[in-house]
C-alpha cells in the first residue's frame, strides 16, 4: 500500500476531535505506576497553570472552531483542581460540545458527584486497581492511610447519582493485583459498570515494570472466556479500548491495550496539560505548543489556531510512525500524572 494514501487514509478516518484537558499535575495519591515511590516530581507552579478563563477561551476560540467537540479532564487528579465543577458547567454548556468525561481516583467523588452531574457532566472513569482495600493501599501509595473504602463510597455515589456509563480502570500490575481480574470483571455482571483493564507501561515507572513487566490483554480476555465466557460487547466512549460482554450481564469489560496491541494508528486524540503544551502524543512531543505562553504574550486566537491546524496536520504521520516502530517499548522519564495519563 502506498504510504502517503495510507497516511491520508487514517487521517480521514480518524479525525481529531478529542481533547484530554488535565487541569492539574498534582494528586492526592501517589499510585506505583503513575508516582512511584523515590519518584522527584518537578510540579508546575499555580501561577503556571492555564486559568479557566485561559481554557475556556482556548476552547472556544482555538479548538472548537478547528473541529474539537470531545473533551475529557483529567489530572494528576482534577477533583483537586480549584472551580472544577465551575470549569466542567463551562464546557458542558457550548453548544458545540457532543461529550464531556472525566477521569478522576475517585477519593472526592462522594462529596462532588451530584455537583459535577449537576453542572452537566454524564461521563466518569474511576480508577480501582483491586478489591482488597490492603492491595489498593500498596498500589496508590497510602502510608498507613485507608483510602479504599472512601473510593468505593465514591463509586456507589456516583453510580446512585446516574452517571452513565460508568466505567472503572484497572491497570494491571503482574503479581500486585492480576489474581484479582475475574473478581473484578464480575463487578459488570449485576450493575451497569464498565470495567476496563489496561496493560502496564514503562513511563516513569522503569524499575517496577522491569521487575514485574505486563500481562497482555489477551491473557486477561482467556481467564474471563474460561470462566464465563465473552461476547462482543458496546460502551459509549472516545477511546481505544476493545469491548466485550459476558453473556448475560449488564455491563462490559474492555481492554486496553497499548504494548500488546498498538493502536497509535487509530489515535484521535490532542492532550493539553495543565500549564497550556498542547502535544499531539503521550508518547511524541513532536511539534508541541505552548498555548499559554501565546496567549499570555498577545499572540491572537486565529494566529494560535493556525498553529494548532499545522500540528493536527502531522499527527497522521506521527501517529503511522509510532505504529511502524513499535515505539511504545523502552521506558520513560516523565510521569502519567505529568502527561494528563
Not at 23 to 28: A, E, Y
Request: charged share 20%; aromatic share 8%.
Amino acid at each position: 500500500m502506498n504510504r502517503t494514501w495510507e497516511i491520508r487514509h487514517n487521517s480521514g478516518m480518524n479525525q481529531v476531535d478529542y481533547l484530554r484537558i488535565s487541569l492539574i499535575d498534582r494528586c492526592n495519591f501517589r499510585c506505583q505506576y503513575c508516582m512511584p515511590e523515590g519518584t522527584e516530581i518537578d510540579y508546575v507552579l499555580r501561577q503556571n497553570f492555564l486559568t479557566q478563563e485561559e481554557l475556556l477561551t482556548l476552547l472556544r476560540g482555538v479548538f472548537i472552531p478547528l473541529g474539537f467537540t470531545r473533551f475529557r479532564l483529567t489530572g494528576g487528579e482534577p477533583l483537586i483542581r480549584p472551580g472544577v465543577v465551575e470549569i466542567v458547567r463551562a464546557i458542558a454548556s457550548f453548544p458545540e460540545t457532543r461529550d464531556l468525561s472525566m477521569t478522576t481516583n475517585g477519593f472526592l467523588l462522594k462529596l462532588l458527584a451530584q455537583d459535577l452531574y449537576n453542572a452537566g457532566l454524564r461521563r466518569i472513569n474511576i480508577s480501582l486497581d483491586s478489591l482488597n482495600p490492603e492491595v489498593f493501599e500498596q498500589i496508590v501509595g497510602s502510608r498507613g492511610r485507608t483510602r479504599w473504602q472512601q473510593v468505593w463510597d465514591g463509586i456507589q455515589e456516583a453510580y446512585r447519582v446516574g452517571f452513565n456509563p460508568l466505567k472503572l480502570n484497572v491497570v494491571v500490575i503482574p503479581g500486585v493485583n492480576d489474581q484479582e481480574v475475574l473478581d473484578l470483571a464480575a463487578l459488570s455482571i449485576e450493575r451497569e459498570w464498565h470495567v476496563r483493564f489496561i496493560e502496564f507501561m514503562p513511563i516513569g515507572n522503569d524499575h517496577l515494570f522491569n521487575d514485574r513487566g505486563w500481562v497482555s490483554s489477551e491473557e486477561l480476555r482467556q481467564r474471563i472466556r474460561m470462566r464465563w465466557g465473552l461476547t462482543e460487547g458496546q460502551v459509549q466512549g472516545n477511546g481505544p479500548a476493545d469491548v466485550f460482554q459476558i453473556p448475560g450481564a449488564r455491563g462490559t469489560v474492555g481492554f486496553i491495550s497499548q504494548m500488546s496491541e498498538c493502536f497509535c494508528d487509530r489515535c484521535n486524540r490532542m492532550r493539553l496539560s495543565a500549564d497550556g503544551w498542547l502535544r499531539p502524543c503521550l508518547l511524541n512531543e513532536t511539534g508541541q505548543i505552548n498555548l499559554k505562553t501565546g496567549l499570555r504574550s498577545g499572540i491572537s486566537l486565529i494566529n494560535l489556531r493556525q498553529q494548532v491546524r499545522t500540528l493536527l496536520a502531522i499527527k497522521p504521520e506521527i501517529n503511522f510512525k509510532l505504529r511502524e516502530s513499535g515505539a511504545i517499548t523502552g521506558t520513560y522519564s516523565r510521569t502519567m500524572s505529568q502527561i494528563g495519563g
